[in-house]
């Protein structure tokens, strides 16, 4: 059974640089959720796809960030020129649609220093 | 959407039964009680959810309330892997795409 999967799990780099991690969901999930967790709180809700398409986003999802699902299977978040601010655990999630409260699984995140 | 209180940590011995509570007095009639967990450094585990009857599986069983108000996870042999912030969350069944509300949730330390 494959999981929610993410890469990388870790990333580290230079305020100003550009970074995108990769979610691959379970293959039949047609919905994908990405979110934020910083230390210390529960995770945030920053973008969801249904298929490929976005049907929503978090007003936490500032103008540097953007999310695609081009396919409807993996998905990439992308963030430009990155803050200290930025740094946190990206978390993605896919779920079932059509299926009466399917639940979210979880990867187990990107991790990204901004230094 | 309606929100949860959690105690914000509690401690639990080895071996024995943990019960987690959770209040959500502003709960819907359409809303879903799901709970889920985070071991250090991995993403959040769902374990269970349910609406008004109590659930059992693999992990645990929820007790909820007759008038849905609270809810109680039973973790029936508590081990030392169980150590982890577990979420208590309230869910619709049709709004908002599904996506979950994260509080801060319950720091359970399991002791040998």
């Known amino acids: 059974d494959t999981g929610v999967s993410q890469d990388p799990r870790h990333k580290i780099t230079k305020r100003g640089q550009n970074v995108t991690f990769r979610c691959d969901p379970i293959?039949?999930?047609?919905?994908l959720y990405w979110y934020r967790q910083t230390l210390g709180q529960g995770p945030e809700f920053l973008t969801y796809?249904?298929?490929?398409?976005?049907?929503?986003k978090s007003r936490l999802l500032s103008d540097r960030f953007s999310a695609e699902r081009p396919k409807g299977s993996f998905s990439t978040l992308e963030i430009q020129r990155t803050e200290q601010g930025d740094s946190a655990m990206y978390l993605c999630?896919?779920?079932?649609?059509?299926?009466?409260?399917?639940?979210?699984?979880f990867g187990n995140g990107t991790r990204l220093t901004v230094t | 959407d309606a929100k949860t209180t959690q105690p914000p940590s509690m401690d639990c011995a080895e071996g024995r039964a943990a019960n987690l509570p959770c209040n959500h007095s502003?709960?819907?009639?359409?809303?879903?009680v799901y709970w889920y967990r985070q071991i250090h450094s991995q993403g959040p585990q769902y374990i269970i959810h349910?609406?008004?009857n109590n659930e059992t599986n693999e992990m645990a069983s929820l007790i909820i309330t007759e008038d849905r108000k609270s809810s109680t996870l039973i973790l029936p042999h508590a081990t030392l892997r169980d150590t982890a912030v577990y979420y208590c969350?309230?869910?619709?069944?049709?709004?908002?795409?599904?996506?979950?509300?994260f509080g801060a949730g319950t720091q359970v330390v399991v002791t040998p």
């Open positions: 349910g609406l008004k």
């Open positions: 293959s039949e999930h047609n919905r």
């Open positions: 969350i309230v869910r619709g069944s049709t709004d908002s795409w599904g996506k979950l509300q």
């Open positions: 502003t709960i819907s009639g359409n809303e879903y």
């Open positions: 796809f249904q298929n490929e398409a976005q049907l929503e």
């Open positions: 999630a896919s779920s079932l649609a059509g299926v009466a409260n399917s639940p979210l699984h």
